[in-house]
């Protein structure tokens, strides 16, 4: 996988991944031509398209569109199902989730997409663990927990 | 279950972006950042030293400023503090304001590479992950060079925990996309290879995408990891859908890892291991089997993951390419998912069938679903979707179903999208050239589409038509005709009027005998058109105009006294004002003879590749195009092919182009005889164009007089064919200049150049002696078939001067060109006194197959496609050797350089290998060559393999070069 890109159907941006180096810049544009492109897309239509020379796997989840360029060789259903997968884990996260989460708990959207994609590929798909991970971390953030911080050397 | 009260750990952050999202503009937006970020940049620099809890809040304010697209130049160096905390969500925010706000100020380099070096030996996994998780993050050339040796050591080390390991082997793939040179597998491979095994299989799912990785690059040292991958296959395929707990997803048995797995063993060729291939197709059986059970989910996810499966195996069947049984189920069930209800199956199968219909095994059944196919072309609702429909039937196109398939495609392009008009336009008129049977259709089909899309028609497209009337006597009277009928319609497109200017110009007395036709209602047909019509095309019909005269002396009155009017005598374009003087000066001073011998019709173009196919390649990108194979052996329709991407305008209706720079210079320019047409009269320039436009097929015709080639004086003595002859030949098959011989009297040195079938040659007789050679006398031979119907070797200047005086050297040229593929060289024979006796010598002429290649350069998609393509077991000649020169790579290079193909790189999945292609020009076709050669350096061996279109040349060719390395 290229990139991963969440935004509202409004076209606003709430998340960005990006697993090739590109420069702020070209970021933008490509963020920007493909907002365009797929909100101008009607329901009904297919979840895959051809965009320069990737593939482009979206789907839309309430109002937020999740949108994934692959490369040619990828597979387009189980990026679809790799969307999913995401999408249930901030859902199980934050207890049916909305844009609003999202919007304030960005750092959490990023850390959860950390431990399920890295680099572009999934690193780990089994829901439990994934959020197991999560949750640890979190326990982490109280104070009372805080010996298991000490490195051990 | 939230485990965590979100944002109670940050207050701050959330009533900065509550009041961000209360901004009522953009401009109070902007205003409450600069405020924000005045504030933060006042903390940092602050006398008080912040504590960790603060500098999070505010390196995560930065970040939340950053994501919102704003530039932010400052706290980077807070966040590389927070990465030396010991507080775990500290850290975490410091990673990640590092990983999305990548700096490449070296000293902060330095110190995070530092904190990453510590997370890494802290044995705490949390801390591991992290760091981990950041390199991959940023990826970058420094990261790799300080952890690429690393990684790898904790991806295989027996204490990492399976988290842990997760992380290191995509870190470790991140790093090898960067930076492939500073990651090495070396000992760790057979390791790294049997994580597929592991029994956790978050870690086998990790680990394949790096070991598919590795396997695309390095086939070879990876390859023990195909029956492992079976095997794991194996037992996910036959496992019960609650067997892998929490790696199932909804029903279907971890579908990640399986189209990983599957994917991984498209970079193999089919197992050699009996047993294994066996297990294998019994896999691909089971999941085809499992696409005809009954759901066991009505959720879309269960079908999508089970049909990602699907898809997968049907690419593997597809790559293997050698399963007659498997390849056809494949094609059965993508015909089902044709007519699905869910449009993304439908849009999967339309493409999938794209790369079946180029198997020799599944075409026929792809074809049964044409109708369906063309049923999506009108009813589908969805772009993408009519586009991969298009795509199919162009690749199922044959010459059994053309003309269906064009008659669809004509009447969808009416109302096709403007996104794709062009590029269907492009598929149309390329499958009515290569399945026209009749050219009557061809043109009926290319003025129809002229006449629908008229505006989406190139430049391309019209010039091949064009092209191909005149190529063909045969249809040419057809083709003005029915042009003539077309430009009758009230309203035609220009293009259209292009067409028919040229063809009413080139052959309107064809139809001329018709009243309805006569010269002058042809004449004002045209003419009606003229004042609608842009520059460039005014042009070509004054042209067509002084051509009319030419044709039929009847109208010469009357387009004299268009030429004459002050429109355009004195038009004020350039290049249409000279034409109208020009022309109207030569219809008056010129004879008719010298007329008709300017004036006259075009001759043949020469035969290439298509230029619509090139342009419909470089539209669709490498690889997007499965084009139906153009250049492959069984087509019958290759005579149609004509003239490459010159316009057929440019040649004699480009008159007076010379002088005057016009806008319309790509239309009209003469590339190849630019600087010959500069010539200062411009009638004088007319005739040279017309006449550099007949050149290459002058001297042909002249040559054969001079007796040089077919009547060899009969030799006194036999000469004697020097023994290391064939090793002379083999000493220029990589190169064009040297010297040829050399004996204690005369050196010959040689130079030539090569341009698609022609070449010449430059022969220099040098006389080693103080003494004169008498009755210098050269002969040029071609023995065999190589005399009557495969190389034609001319002469070109005079017979070499009979003697040579001592110490002097003379020249000798020879054109030459090649008519069809041939193996035998031509000999040359010298024969002269010296102080008395006779001296004759007969020597090969390294004139070789090769030396009318041009490269041709390609993807790696499109080159293994064509490799495919060529598989008929008589089309590859294959040669095993042992070196007999260095095996040097700048060496080999230079040799697979010089034997004029094109040196691909980044095809071959093995770096080590040399892939080359290129098409070699004869006279009569064009013969496609793909070249593999794979040295083992250890062995000192090479294997040589060659595929092309023609199994002589496969041949010859594999002969000459396995002498070559």
Same mark, same amino acid.
């Given at each position: ?153 | 279950?939230?485990?965590? =009260? ?87 925010? %410091? ?10 100020? $070296?000293? *902060? ?28 993050? #940023? ?23 399976? /988290? ?14 960067? =930076? ?50 079976? $095997? ?5 395929? /036959? ?18 890892? $399986? ?82 209800? +869910?449009?993304?199956? @439908? ?37 993408? #979707? ?85 190529? @063909? ?77 030419? *044709? ?38 010129? $004879? ?18 298509? =230029? ?33 991407? &010159? %316009? ?7 008159? =007076? ?127 065999? +078939? ?79 496609? &064509? ?44 770096? +080590?290998?040399?892939?080359?292609? %290129? ?23 090479? @294997? ?22």
């Amino acid at each position: 996988m290229q990139f991963m890109l969440l935004f509202s159907r409004q076209g606003k941006l709430r998340l960005q991944k990006w697993y090739v180096p590109l420069s702020d810049k070209e970021k933008k544009k490509i963020t920007r031509e493909l907002v365009q492109t797929v909100l101008a897309r009607k329901p009904k239509m297919c979840s895959f398209l051809e965009w320069r020379d990737l593939k482009v796997v979206y789907k839309r989840y309430a109002s937020l569109y999740f949108c994934c360029a692959i490369e040619h060789q990828d597979n387009e259903l189980i990026t679809l199902e790799i969307i999913h997968r995401y999408v249930e884990l901030l859902d199980k996260y934050f207890g049916s989730v909305c844009e609003l989460d999202i919007i304030f708990n960005f750092e959490k959207a990023y850390f959860i997409l950390d431990e399920f994609l890295l680099g572009g590929e999934p690193q780990e798909t089994s829901k439990k663990t994934v959020l197991k991970a999560i949750e640890q971390a979190d326990l982490l953030q109280e104070p009372r927990h805080e010996y298991f911080n000490v490195p051990v050397y | 279950m939230p485990a965590v =009260s979100k944002g109670d750990g940050m207050r701050g952050l959330a009533v900065f972006i509550s009041d961000i999202r209360n901004c009522k503009s953009k401009e109070a937006e902007i205003k409450r950042i600069n405020k924000e970020l005045a504030n933060i940049r006042s903390k940092f620099k602050g006398d008080k030293a912040l504590d960790g809890y603060s500098k999070k809040k505010y390196v995560c304010k930065l970040l939340f400023i950053f994501l919102l697209g704003h530039d932010i130049d400052f706290g980077h160096m807070e966040a590389v503090n927070l990465l030396s905390s010991n507080k775990y969500t500290e850290k975490q925010i %410091g990673y990640l304001f590092i990983s999305v706000l990548v700096n490449s100020n $070296s000293e *902060l380099i330095r110190l995070i590479n530092n904190a990453i070096k510590n997370d890494l030996s802290s044995r705490n996994p949390t801390f591991m992950c992290l760091a981990l998780h950041c390199i991959a993050n #940023v990826g970058s050339r420094e990261m790799a060079e300080a952890f690429a040796s690393e990684i790898p050591r904790i991806l295989v080390a027996g204490d990492t925990m399976d /988290s842990v390991k997760q992380s290191a082997a995509l870190c470790l793939l991140r790093l090898y996309k960067t =930076s492939p040179d500073l990651v090495l597998m070396g000992e760790w491979t057979s390791r790294v290879v049997h994580l597929l095994n592991d029994q956790h299989m978050g870690v086998v799912t990790a680990a394949i995408s790096l070991i598919t990785c590795l396997s695309q690059k390095n086939p070879d040292e990876f390859k023990t990891c195909v029956s492992l991958a079976v $095997s794991r296959l194996s037992r996910i395929v /036959s496992s019960a859908s609650t067997d892998l707990q929490d790696y199932t997803y909804y029903f279907v048995p971890a579908p990640w890892l $399986s189209c990983k797995l599957l994917r991984l063993l498209q970079c193999y060729p089919p197992p050699e291991d009996g047993a294994v291939k066996g297990r294998l197709v019994e896999c691909l059986e089971t999941i085809l089997n499992k696409a005809q059970e009954p759901p066991k989910s009505k959720k879309v996810q269960h079908s999508n993951a089970k049909n990602a499966i699907l898809f997968e195996a049907i690419s593997l069947i597809i790559h293997y390419d050698s399963e007659p049984n498997l390849l056809v189920r494949a094609c059965n069930q993508l015909g089902q998912f044709l007519q699905h209800r +869910e449009t993304n199956l @439908r849009y999967l199968a339309l493409e999938s069938m794209c790369t079946l219909a180029s198997s020799e095994f599944s075409h026929e059944a792809v074809k049964t679903h044409i109708e369906t196919v063309i049923n999506a072309l009108k009813t589908e609702r969805d772009v993408s #979707v009519r586009q991969r429909a298009a795509d199919l039937l162009y690749a199922m196109c044959d010459r059994s179903n053309a003309k269906q398939i064009v008659a669809e495609m004509l009447s969808y392009l009416e109302t096709a999208d403007y996104s794709i008009r062009e590029e269907m336009v492009l598929k149309v008129a390329i499958l009515a050239e290569k399945y026209a049977v009749d050219y009557s259709w061809y043109v009926d089909t290319i003025l129809n589409l002229i006449r629908i899309a008229g505006d989406y028609v190139s430049e391309e497209v019209w010039y091949r038509v064009i092209q191909i009337v005149i190529n @063909r006597d045969d249809v040419q009277g057809y083709a003005a005709k029915t042009v003539f009928e077309a430009l009758q319609a009230p309203a035609c497109h220009e293009n259209m009027v292009k067409v028919g200017g040229y063809i009413l110009g080139e052959f309107g007395n064809l139809i001329a005998g018709d009243p309805r036709s006569s010269p002058l209602v042809q004449f004002n047909l045209l003419h009606s058109k003229f004042h609608l019509c842009s520059v460039p095309t005014r042009a070509l019909l004054l042209s067509a105009y002084i051509k009319f005269i030419n *044709l039929f002396p009847e109208t010469k009155a009357t387009i004299q006294e268009v030429l004459r009017c002050d429109s355009q005598i004195r038009n004020s374009d350039v290049e249409l004002q000279q034409r109208a003087v020009e022309y109207l000066k030569l219809s008056s001073i010129a $004879s008719t003879d010298v007329l008709a011998t300017v004036l006259e019709e075009m001759p043949p173009f020469p035969e290439r590749e298509s =230029s619509i196919l090139a342009k419909l390649k470089k539209k669709k990108g490498p690889g997007a195009v499965s084009v139906p194979d153009l250049e492959d052996g069984k087509r019958e329709g290759g005579e149609l092919n004509g003239g490459g991407e &010159r %316009g057929p305008d440019s040649a004699a209706m480009s008159a =007076s182009n010379a002088s005057t720079p016009s806008p319309s210079a790509d239309l009209l320019g003469m590339r190849s005889a630019a600087p010959m047409s500069a010539a200062p009269t411009s009638a004088g320039s007319l005739l040279v164009d017309v006449f550099s436009e007949a050149g290459p097929a002058a001297p042909s015709a002249a040559v054969n007089d001079d007796g040089f080639l077919s009547s060899a004086p009969p030799s006194e003595d036999p000469a004697t064919l020097l023994s290391e002859a064939d090793e002379l030949l083999n000493k220029f098959v990589c190169k064009n200049n040297g010297v040829l011989f050399e004996n204690q009297l005369l050196q010959i040195g040689i130079k030539s150049e090569y341009r698609q079938n022609l070449g010449r040659m430059y022969l220099f007789y040098g006389n080693k002696t103080s003494v004169q050679f008498a009755s210098f006398t050269t002969t040029v031979s071609c023995p065999g +078939e190589l005399q009557s119907h495969i190389l034609s070797i001319l002469r070109a200047t005079k017979p070499v001067e009979p003697v040579v005086e001592g110490g002097a050297q003379i020249q000798q040229v020879l054109n030459i060109e090649c008519l069809t593929d041939f193996s035998e060289a031509p000999l040359l024979n010298i024969k002269f006194r010296y102080g008395g006796a006779l001296q004759n010598l007969s020597l090969k002429l390294p004139v070789t197959i090769n030396k009318f290649f041009q490269p041709t350069e390609m993807t790696s998609h499109d080159f293994f496609q &064509r490799w495919k393509q060529l598989s008929q077991p008589q089309q590859e000649a294959q040669k095993i050797f042992k070196a007999n020169h260095s095996m040097d790579t700048e060496v080999l290079k230079a040799k697979l350089l010089g034997l004029g193909t094109a040196l691909l790189d980044d095809v071959d999945p093995n770096p +080590e290998n040399y892939v080359c292609a %290129g098409v070699i020009q004869t006279k009569g076709q064009q013969v496609g060559c793909l070249l593999r050669l794979e040295p083992n350096g250890q062995a000192q061996m090479y @294997r040589l393999t060659l595929r092309c279109s023609k199994d002589s040349v496969s041949l010859r060719l594999c002969e000459l070069l396995a002498q070559q390395f």
